[in-house]
């Protein structure tokens, strides 16, 4: 059954050409599918990456004058809250203002003055008068006038338009509704439980009065920005079909469709305006809600997307969201960031230090607001009051020392240094470059002017040198557009990640407190770029902090800030917007907040800043079609290549087919044993190759079995080389057996026994080192020279090993040698006499069944010359008493190895002789051979090479008589 299966098999199968044509089917179909799939990809994100690119600029855009809609609305409410405070403030101070009696301005006390001029007594006439105090004076009407006359410059400088005077007034009116219910909110700013029910209630419907009214100021504040904005986002290639950015702000709303937009780019094209009229929801409004939720979570420095369907058509959602004071806010996404990646331990050097003075500061905070309130009841201004002064001179020294202990945790200054030594050496290499750059033009331009002139005298060419100064001119403006990039940052650090982030942390909270204390007036959009990039920016920074504080300090007016002559205010570009003691308590809460905690000042400054989200809604319609169109002109294509081929493999195949027939055909012929065939080498593909190592194979064949026969033949003639037969002289006095398997068929381990007289046999063994013919070749020439040394008179063991090794060391090359073994055996005594030039330990087994190793050692024969090697053999002898027995060997027994490499070893011998005790010498090797045959699994009765590691030689003698 199973021949027949063999023989129905190979006729059912499939044959080469078809399992070639079928891989190629498959191989090619799978190139299909992963061609399309990354081609798919690989369009979707060159898509993804167009629409952001065109979603960057005009959300950008938005987000910037969406801030700055709301940079003019806190101006305009500011300025009411001022107007509100200022008549609050004037009933609020009067109990602080001072009562002095002064001469009042009439003519009576005029004519007195005469009177006295002349030496007369004379009585004025005195009224009461109420002066400002520290505490009683506040913002003049002439303060807010300066205010909203740049508050207007802005508006026209932001619109790019004159706004009139009605339209400033209604504007002005719609920020007083915002600001007198600001107002009303301020009762309401205490702790949450300390609240009532109705009083939450109130602030709750208060707030979203704010909101909506807000709204409204915003929305008058965009009619007039509308045709500046159009113009911006029509120069920056906006598209309205594809892209439609919505703003909203922080208001709460069920339904979006309901929430009032800041901004709307449909609303300024037509085309989306006729849409917008009809609208539907845009995306699902579930998910409106949860990205809107998750937004506002706190995370709102992640920006998020979503896909969705709208009529039929596939969109994405981006929201984003829209920052004021780009500077606090830049700072603290550093140092969020910064601490998302975990890297170093900056953070926590920082914070160790932080925290230390966050108590210290906070105590000091509550001595000076506690000493604060005494004055103000006492209406003694505080920079004339001692232990106010020393308690703020205290807080400052503790803020100092702090900042001074965080720069030197986070070694800021050590870093700086070594970046911006690393920056001046760029600056430096740039610069040799242009040098040598130049030096070399000039050299070249020199050889090309004498290259003309020889030219015109013997016809050369200067290709090489024009080739080399175009070379030296490319170095030229890359050294030289190097130092122009280096040079706009030579001072700066940004570009460094530790550098920013300590300059963040260090700064944020000055930041803060100017952010709090001016309203700004001007853009901040690059505000932070100066401090990064130059050292006079972070002077400035710092002497902007210092000024600011010093104001909050020195304490010598709420709304007075001076300036030292010749220097710029922190507050240039827009005005004060809090009291000095608003924003003293604004940076005692700024000093006494950690930065880096999970609830930390960094993360409250951010979601403080926050003043609404845009979301970008992208139609990837037309781009996905694109994709569509290459993708199917792409699919078309590759399959037009597959038909091709898989036809081209079926045709190829079918020429390789036939040959490889060819090939199969003589390859039976030889397996037959034809050796005389040849295989078609035609032609130089693998085939061919294929052919020609056959062909070649061939020929080793044909080698190998001449040699096969020549190797059987010296196998033969080895045979006749070891003893036939036992001596004569052994019978009823001993039994002598040998046993010899070559690894290579032949080999260099010998035995013998030779009867010498009546009463003697001599016992030979020998093992020449590596194998095969040369081995056996040493091999033989040994025995014969032991045979003739055999057959002198006097016999002497050592004499014979001496000779043999002479000649062994004259006639052989250095990496022959031969380990030796010769016996002399007494038949008479049982006495045996050995002498070992470097064979292994021979075996030796009592009557008893108890097996030992007998003494060995020595030098190899051929090794040394006679002078050393006469010093390593000694003659040992042992006695066999009737029933012993004596076993010498080759280490091919004692090293044979099975498949896991484990050799057979000296305690198996030894244990395997003990277990042959009373057997025959031919027995006992007939055991350890079939021992071996099933350490090793190879055949050792086979003629011809084995498997062994090694030749195996074996001699055993045991002694007759009674036991």
């Not at 300066?146 to 619109?159: A, G, N, R, Y």
């Not at 920082?350 to 905070?365: G, R, T």
């Not at 024009?466 to 557009?481: M, Y």
């Not at 260099?748 to 010498?756: A, E, Q, S």
């Amino acid at each position: 059954m199973k021949n027949l299966w063999q023989r129905i098999l190979p006729a059912i199968s499939p044959g080469i050409r078809l399992k070639l044509t079928f891989f190629t089917l498959f191989f090619v179909s799978a190139l299909l599918v992963l061609s399309f799939l990354l081609s798919y990809i690989t369009q979707k994100n060159e898509l993804s990456k167009s629409l952001d690119n065109e979603v960057k600029v005009p959300l950008n855009m938005v987000a910037h004058n969406v801030g700055e809609l709301h940079r003019i609305a806190d101006g305009l409410i500011q300025i009411e809250i001022f107007n509100l405070r200022r008549k609050q403030s004037a009933e609020k101070a009067r109990r602080f203002k001072k009562t002095v009696m002064v001469k009042e301005q009439t003519i009576g006390n005029r004519w007195r003055n005469l009177v006295k001029t002349f030496g007369g007594n004379v009585k004025y006439t005195y009224e009461a008068q109420r002066f400002d105090t520290y505490f009683s004076s506040y913002l003049t009407e002439k303060n807010l006038k300066e205010f909203e006359t740049l508050l207007k410059s802005f508006i026209d400088f932001t619109l790019n338009t004159t706004v009139s005077a009605k339209q400033f007034n209604s504007l002005r009116a719609a920020a007083a509704r915002v600001a007198e219910i600001e107002q009303r909110l301020e009762a309401y700013k205490k702790a949450e439980d300390q609240k009532s029910e109705a009083e939450k209630k109130e602030e709750k419907r208060l707030q979203s009065l704010v909101s909506t009214r807000r709204g409204q100021l915003i929305d008058l504040l965009r009619k007039p920005f509308e045709p500046l904005f159009v113009s911006r986002l029509e120069q920056a290639s906006f598209r309205p079909g594809t892209i439609r950015i919505l703003s909203y702000g922080n208001e709460d709303y069920k339904d979006y469709r309901q929430a009032p937009r800041m901004l709307d780019t449909a609303s300024f094209f037509r085309q989306m305006a006729r849409e917008r009229k009809q609208e539907e929801a845009l995306f699902p409004q579930e998910s409106f809600r949860a990205y809107r939720e998750a937004f506002f979570s706190g995370e709102q420095n992640a920006a998020q997307s979503a896909e969705f369907t709208y009529r039929s058509q596939p969109h994405e959602a981006r929201f984003s969201p829209i920052y004021v004071n780009r500077p606090v806010v830049e700072r603290a996404r550093k140092i969020l960031a910064y601490q998302a990646k975990g890297s170093g331990d900056l953070l926590e050097k920082f914070a160790a230090v932080d925290q230390k003075y966050i108590k210290l500061l906070k105590e000091a905070a509550d001595r000076k607001s506690e000493r604060l309130k005494v004055l103000r009841e006492k209406s003694i201004p505080p920079y004339k009051d001692a232990e106010f002064m020393n308690l703020s001179a205290e807080y400052r020294k503790l803020a100092e020392k702090r900042d001074a202990e965080l720069l030197a945790a986070t070694n800021y200054k050590e870093l700086e240094k070594a970046y911006l030594d690393a920056t001046a050496q760029r600056l430096k290499e740039a610069r040799n470059s242009r040098a040598a750059a130049e030096k070399e033009i000039k050299n070249i331009e020199a050889q090309l002017k004498s290259a003309e002139k020889k030219k015109t005298e013997a016809g050369q060419s200067s290709e090489e040198l024009e080739v080399a100064l175009e070379k030296q001119k490319k170095n030229l403006d890359d050294a030289e557009r190097s130092m122009q990039e280096l040079a706009l940052v030579e001072t700066g650090i940004g570009g460094n990640a530790e550098l920013e982030v300590i300059e963040a942390l260090y700064s944020l909270r000055n930041a803060a407190l100017l952010a709090r204390t001016r309203l700004s007036l001007v853009s901040e959009q690059s505000a932070l770029d100066s401090v990064l990039k130059t050292a006079s920016g972070r002077k400035n920074r710092d002497r902007e902090f210092a000024m600011l504080r010093q104001f909050v300090y020195e304490a010598r007016s709420e709304t007075d800030f001076k300036v030292p002559r010749g220097q710029v205010s922190p507050l240039a570009g827009g005005v004060l917007a809090v009291s000095r003691t608003e924003a003293e308590d604004y940076m005692h809460d700024l000093d006494t907040i950690a930065i880096t905690e999970q609830s930390g000042l960094a993360r409250l400054l951010l979601r403080e800043n926050v003043v609404g989200f845009n979301i970008s809604i992208i139609n990837k319609e037309e781009g996905f079609e694109r994709i569509r169109k290459a993708t199917q002109t792409l699919l078309i294509f590759l399959s037009i290549i597959a038909v091709l081929a898989i036809f081209a493999a079926w045709y190829f195949s079918g020429v390789a087919v036939r040959r490889i027939a060819s090939l199969s055909a003589t390859s039976a012929l030889v397996r037959d044993g034809n050796l005389k065939v040849e295989f078609n080498a035609k032609g130089y593909d693998e085939l061919a190759t294929l052919g020609k190592s056959l062909n070649g194979m061939v020929e080793g064949l044909r080698e190998r079995e001449e040699m096969r026969g020549e190797l059987m033949a010296a196998e033969e003639i080895q045979k006749r080389l070891l003893p036939s037969e036992v001596p004569k002289n052994l019978k009823g006095r001993a039994d002598i057996a040998g046993f010899y398997k070559a690894m290579a068929g032949v080999g260099g381990d010998y035995f013998d026994y030779i009867g010498l007289g009546s009463d003697f046999v001599a016992i030979a063994m020998g093992d020449v080192s590596n194998h095969g013919v040369g081995p056996a070749l040493v091999m033989a020439m040994t025995r014969s020279q032991l045979h003739a040394a055999l057959r002198e008179k006097e016999i002497s063991l050592k004499q014979i090993l001496l000779k043999l090794n002479e000649q062994l060391y004259e006639e052989t090359p250095a990496n022959i040698f031969v380990t030796f073994f010769l016996a002399l055996y007494n038949l008479k005594t049982g006495e045996l006499q050995y002498v070992s030039a470097g064979h292994s330990k021979p075996l030796f087994m009592t009557a008893a069944g108890k097996a030992k190793y007998l003494e060995a050692g020595g030098m190899p024969l051929g090794m040394d010359d006679n002078d050393f090697f006469a010093t390593t053999i000694e003659l040992q002898k042992v006695k066999l008493a009737p029933g012993d027995t004596f076993l010498q060997y080759t280490d091919g027994l004692s090293e044979a190895m099975n498949p896991e490499r484990e050799q057979f070893g000296y305690e198996r011998m030894q244990a395997e002789l003990q277990s042959l005790q009373g057997q025959a010498p031919d027995a006992v090797l007939a055991a350890l051979a079939n021992a071996i045959e099933k350490f090793t699994g190879t055949r050792l009765d086979q003629p011809g090479p084995s498997a062994l590691s090694d030749d195996i030689a074996l001699v055993c003698l045991k002694r007759q008589g009674d036991i």
